[in-house]
């Protein structure tokens, strides 16, 4: 049995298929981050799951993508894990880049964005994946990531910018405490999924000017820090991933027409399009 996964902070989606490549079952499990997240809760986090303990003794192959494996201390960690868990496995672990990749775009070129709970880019030659920039993470970039609009959100409530409609119906979904928001933020296990948690309060108001406003400004700096540099035109498409860009793809295409970039669509959760390029490609 091999094991796919599209590997995001917030949540991970597996994909058990057998080994004649017929689908065994899907499951989840919360985020496994490894430049955020310790050690053992990561391995806390995969064993929690019924599904995964079940058959972790049966799994041949672990294929990993995953937010936050973009550097090789990243990748040893999470390898380490999986070894310890999938006694009986390979196991394949790569940046969440190269699974966009694979779910966007199978031999043609083109860009490739993530715009989830992190956001990340990168230009697909056909062959290899080339990134404009080392990223960061949470704290200094992620433009336009779950993350980021979290932050703007509860700055703009603390600043009181936000208006006061949108602000009452803020109070009352969140815990807006300063105390509690500074524990989360600087002594939680997952200050960026904290914040990511917060932006899906803007799908509930995604005609609003005040959110909509948000947003754009949001995407329009990804454009000019995560795409731009990039250097290509028209006849590179751009295939964007991930909830932000799922809910927001009128934007999206707005800001891509803005910079005469072709916009080339959404993909909410790009799980079910890896699986299809594993069976095709990379299980024998």
Same mark, same amino acid.
């Given at each position: 049995?091999?094991?796919?996964?599209?590997?995001? =902070?917030t949540k991970?989606?597996w994909f058990?298929v057998? =080994?004649d490549?017929t689908?065994?079952?899907?499951?989840?499990?919360e985020g496994? /981050?490894?430049a955020?997240?310790?050690e053992?809760?990561?391995?806390k986090?995969?064993?929690? /799951?019924?599904?995964i303990e079940e058959?972790? !003794?049966?799994i041949s192959?672990?294929f990993?993508?995953?937010?936050?494996?973009?550097?090789p201390?990243?990748?040893?960690?999470? !390898?380490?894990?999986?070894? @310890?868990v999938?006694?009986?496995?390979a196991?394949?672990?790569?940046?969440?880049?190269?699974?966009?990749?694979?779910?966007?775009?199978?031999?043609?070129p083109?860009?490739?964005?993530?715009?989830?709970?992190?956001?990340?880019s990168c230009?697909?030659?056909?062959?290899?994946?080339?990134?404009?920039?080392?990223?960061?993470g949470w704290?200094?970039?992620?433009?336009?990531?779950?993350? %980021?609009f979290?932050k703007?959100?509860?700055?703009d %409530?603390?600043?009181?910018?936000?208006p006061?409609?949108?602000? /009452?119906?803020?109070?009352?979904?969140?815990?807006? !405490?300063?105390?509690?928001?500074?524990?989360?933020?600087?002594?939680?296990d997952?200050?960026n999924?904290?914040l990511?948690?917060?932006?899906?309060?803007?799908?509930d108001?995604? @005609?609003h000017?005040?959110?909509?406003?948000?947003i754009?400004d949001?995407v329009?700096?990804f454009f000019?820090?995560?795409?731009?540099?990039?250097?290509?035109?028209? @006849?590179?498409p751009?295939y964007?991933?991930?909830?932000v860009?799922?809910?927001?793809?009128n934007i999206v @295409?707005?800001?891509?027409?803005k910079?005469?970039?072709?916009?080339?669509?959404?993909i909410?959760?790009?799980?079910?399009?890896?699986i299809?390029?594993?069976?095709k490609?990379l299980i024998?």
């Amino acid at each position: 049995m091999i094991l796919i996964a599209d590997g995001g =902070s917030t949540k991970v989606d597996w994909f058990a298929v057998n =080994s004649d490549k017929t689908d065994a079952f899907k499951t989840r499990t919360e985020g496994l /981050n490894p430049a955020i997240v310790d050690e053992a809760i990561l391995k806390k986090r995969i064993l929690g /799951n019924i599904n995964i303990e079940e058959v972790r !003794e049966k799994i041949s192959h672990v294929f990993f993508y995953g937010a936050g494996c973009g550097t090789p201390k990243a990748v040893t960690v999470l !390898e380490t894990i999986f070894q @310890e868990v999938f006694v009986n496995a390979a196991v394949v672990v790569a940046e969440d880049m190269l699974g966009a990749v694979y779910a966007a775009s199978e031999a043609e070129p083109a860009i490739v964005c993530i715009l989830g709970t992190g956001s990340n880019s990168c230009y697909f030659d056909g062959k290899n994946i080339h990134n404009c920039t080392t990223s960061l993470g949470w704290a200094i970039m992620d433009e336009a990531s779950g993350n %980021y609009f979290g932050k703007k959100l509860i700055r703009d %409530y603390y600043y009181k910018i936000m208006p006061e409609e949108i602000r /009452n119906k803020f109070e009352e979904q969140y815990n807006l !405490e300063d105390d509690y928001i500074k524990n989360e933020l600087y002594k939680g296990d997952a200050p960026n999924t904290f914040l990511a948690s917060h932006a899906s309060f803007m799908f509930d108001f995604k @005609e609003h000017t005040y959110i909509t406003s948000l947003i754009a400004d949001g995407v329009d700096e990804f454009f000019r820090y995560r795409v731009l540099p990039y250097g290509k035109g028209k @006849e590179i498409p751009i295939y964007f991933i991930g909830s932000v860009a799922f809910y927001f793809a009128n934007i999206v @295409e707005e800001i891509a027409k803005k910079y005469q970039l072709t916009f080339s669509g959404t993909i909410q959760r790009p799980i079910d399009n890896m699986i299809a390029y594993h069976k095709k490609h990379l299980i024998q």
